[in-house]
């Protein structure tokens, strides 16, 4: 969503940075492209003037003048700034209420009022280990109730049953009294959307306030409607009284302004951030990392952190003992493969690295598809269990049966197979030298470390993470092997493909991509 503003802002920082002083011309003119590249992307023209405003005040002050590096100054003057603007911490929903507590859901029709409620349903079942209830009190759109139901059954979740003819009033007080007597510890209410805001809509809003007595009113807005998502907002807060905001699709390709303007026009934190259609995509708005990703400097706490609840301790425990004993065959493999396809593939991992922002072109030229994983691991699945733990076997015949089982050319197989014998081999390298493993696997061997993401925002502030300080050109210089150095936690190394003590011509070694052509 971010990717245009990013690029522009990265543009004119890139001058910024290549001058050893700047005069209060240069500051001018660098804010002048700040102020068209934030209005281009649809910031709230308030917002745009405030935030200028203040980057100027301070960036033609003494703070630049005497700095080392009056470029990078005023980078971070505007990281700061745009902190400022997203507002300073990011707020979790608060479930600090006798229980159950009340969460209601607003917003216009076709915001993902509804697949948003089933999102953080599951998140406090599954994370937060809450004992939720949901109920739709949406009796206008056709089978808006059974949409709810289906979606709690998929990620098993309760719901409240559905009486025909109920107002929502009444199913909200049914609601309340049910998860009293159920002994549920949060109860999420889905109200009824319209196409437009209009009176009725906002009278039933604030009837089902009176009855349920909710302790978060949560607006959902869709993050590509730009300018009419904060107005909306206004009007939500002014009727019925908002105590934050969820944005939806910010994985689209729209502009992203609204999210940038939301909290400082409504000066309501924006809570939660949808980031697909899978009912797991959904993510604490925090806004440090969001602006550390607008500016290019990557968001490794997000990283760590998704990594962490994306792979599995104990398969990877497994395969730490394997790799300390030397094995490594092509099921570790397949199963290294599968667990980056959820951390986001390449393209989501790289996103959050810092400085990698500046390579999309490299990185495209070089052909980094997600779609790779999925031809490899379909690949591996169609060898036998016997090929699959001794490659060997694998000749000229056999790999003739899986190119044609898998869809793909013989060079593909043997692409892959040549990939696995360069992990093996360093695998071996890695058991015989004592203390070097340990060193290479980090905390893969119990799963992710127990990292807490404070101390890792604390680290990229002091620049011992990359992206601390300055925006670093290219790829940091200390991703050995497999994104182990450059302060990185130790569970980091474990993550597959980007195995190999170096990464020549920058990506060379990445799976699937040898240095032929591309066919």
């Not at 009022?113 to 809450?130: G, P």
């Not at 790289?350 to 379909?378: H, S, T």
């Not at 502030?461 to 450059?486: D, H, I, M, R, W």
């Amino acid at each position: 969503m971010f990717e245009s503003l990013s690029d522009r802002l990265s543009g004119i920082f890139d001058k910024l940075t290549g001058r050893g002083a700047l005069s209060e011309n240069d500051v001018n003119e660098a804010l002048r492209e700040i102020r068209r590249a934030l209005i281009e992307a649809d910031v709230a023209l308030p917002v745009v003037r405030s935030f200028t405003d203040k980057v100027k005040h301070r960036a033609v002050g003494a703070e630049v003048v005497k700095s080392v590096t009056p470029g990078q100054m005023v980078v971070k003057i505007v990281h700061d700034q745009l902190i400022e603007m997203l507002g300073v911490d990011g707020q979790a929903i608060d479930l600090n209420a006798p229980a159950p507590v009340a969460i209601m859901m607003v917003g216009l029709q076709g915001s993902g009022k509804t697949t948003t409620t089933s999102k953080i349903a599951r998140r406090l079942t599954q994370r937060d280990k809450r004992k939720v209830l949901m109920a739709s009190l949406d009796t206008r759109r056709p089978a808006a109730q059974e949409q709810l139901k289906v979606l709690g059954e998929q990620n098993e979740i309760d719901t409240l049953p559905i009486i025909e003819g109920q107002g929502p009033v009444e199913i909200a007080n049914r609601a309340m009294s049910a998860a009293k007597l159920g002994g549920y510890d949060v109860v999420m209410l889905d109200t009824a959307g319209r196409i437009h805001i209009d009176e009725p809509l906002m009278v039933e809003m604030a009837e089902v306030k009176k009855a349920a007595q909710p302790h978060e009113i949560l607006l959902v807005a869709d993050a590509l409607t730009g300018q009419d998502a904060v107005n909306l907002a206004k009007s939500f807060d002014e009727r019925v009284g908002i105590t934050g905001i969820a944005l939806t699709r910010m994985d689209g390709d729209g502009r992203g302004g609204a999210a940038l303007s939301m909290q400082a026009v409504t000066g309501k934190p924006v809570k939660l951030i949808g980031t697909g259609e899978k009912s797991d995509a959904l993510e604490d708005f925090y806004p440090k990392r969001i602006a550390d990703r607008i500016l290019g400097m990557g968001d490794i706490v997000s990283l760590v952190e998704k990594a962490s609840e994306a792979i599995d301790a104990e398969k990877a425990a497994k395969i730490a003992k394997r790799m300390q004993k030397g094995h490594f065959d092509l099921d570790d493999l397949a199963e290294q493969l599968k667990q980056m396809e959820k951390l986001g593939g390449m393209s989501g991992m790289m996103g959050m690295l810092p400085g990698v922002g500046k390579m999309k072109k490299q990185i495209d030229a070089a052909g980094v598809d997600d779609k790779m994983f999925k031809r490899q691991v379909a690949i591996i699945q169609s060898m036998t269990p016997s090929e699959r733990r001794k490659p060997e076997l694998l000749k000229a015949s056999r790999k003739k049966r899986v190119a044609a089982g898998s869809g793909v050319q013989v060079a593909e197989v043997n692409k892959l197979l040549k990939m696995h014998r360069q992990m093996a081999d360093m695998m071996k390298k890695m058991g015989k030298g004592k203390g070097m493993l340990g060193k290479l696997m980090g905390g893969l061997g119990g799963g992710m470390p127990d990292v807490d993401p404070k101390a890792l925002e604390e680290m990229a502030k002091s620049s011992q993470l990359p992206g601390g300080g300055e925006l670093p050109k290219g790829l940091p210089g200390g991703l050995p092997g497999g994104l182990g150095g450059a302060g990185l936690p130790p569970g980091m190394p474990g993550l597959p493909g980007l195995g190999g003590p170096k990464m020549p011509g920058g990506l060379g070694g990445l799976p699937g991509m040898g240095k032929g052509k591309k066919k």
